[in-house]
């Protein structure tokens, strides 16, 4: 069974704090993603990495930055954290070749900034 | 601009009778769809997948019809249990797109013993 963990289940930190949000798969996925879910706007896509110190913007990567040191683990920081940054957290990786592009997610971080 | 689109934010259905969710699309670059379920405070979960190249795939009461003509696809739960009351998100991935999947904003599914 493919495992991806996220390192808290619900965490709160302060504005401007530097906040780390890890993810970790343990099935060898080439491609890791960093996703928020906010109510009435779905899953948005922050950045995801293809490769070891490979990354890629996604659709909101605005506030947010990446590290990819190891194939297994993917690490969100958000740098000076703002109230407009709490919400869902999600994490997921994937094959980089499958028969369905399916990703496996993670059990979400619910962030909360004060 | 919203490339995958779930117009009804959410759906109630008695038990036993059929669930029909529904979801449109606009980038004519996508190849393959797949749908998720997510329950609160737990991750998305893989439900089934179509490719481009088929109109129906079929997995137990799951079932997934792709209009390519039309860019609609919709998933059918048949018959709807209780433990179906979840949110439930489409999402696509196009051509080349290093396996990005675009999602829609999800319909709340809530299935009434």
């Known amino acids: 069974d493919v495992k991806v963990t996220q390192s808290s289940r619900y965490l709160v930190k302060r504005t401007g704090e530097k906040v780390f949000l890890e993810c970790v798969q343990d099935?060898?996925?080439?491609?890791m993603f960093w996703y928020r879910q906010d109510p009435g706007l779905g899953l948005r896509l922050i950045y995801f990495?293809?490769?070891?110190?490979?990354?890629e913007k996604g659709d909101i990567p605005e506030g947010y930055s990446v590290s990819r040191e190891k194939k297994e683990r993917f690490s969100l920081i958000l740098e000076s954290a703002s109230t407009n940054q709490t919400s869902m957290y999600l994490c997921?990786?994937?094959?980089?070749?499958?028969?369905?592009?399916?990703?496996?997610f993670g059990p979400g971080t619910r962030l909360t900034v004060l | 601009d919203q490339q995958v689109k779930q117009n009804s934010p959410s759906l109630s259905v008695q038990e036993g009778r059929i669930s029909i969710l529904n979801c449109d699309y606009t980038?004519?670059?996508?190849?393959?769809f797949l749908w998720y379920k997510k329950y609160p405070a737990e991750g998305p979960t893989f439900l089934i997948s179509?490719?481009?190249?088929?109109d129906k795939n079929e997995d137990g009461r799951f079932t997934v019809f792709l209009n390519k003509s039309a860019k609609h696809l919709s998933l059918h739960i048949v018959p709807s249990q209780p433990g179906d009351s979840a949110v439930y998100f489409c999402?696509?991935?196009?051509?080349?797109?290093?396996?990005?999947?675009?999602f829609g904003k999800g319909t709340l599914l809530t299935v009434n013993p």
């Open positions: 990495s293809y490769d070891v110190k490979m990354k």
């Open positions: 980038n004519s670059m996508f190849d393959y």
């Open positions: 099935m060898d996925h080439e491609n």
């Open positions: 997921a990786s994937s094959l980089l070749v499958s028969g369905n592009n399916e990703q496996f």
């Open positions: 179509i490719s481009s190249i088929k």
């Open positions: 999402a696509a991935s196009a051509i080349g797109s290093n396996y990005k999947l675009t």
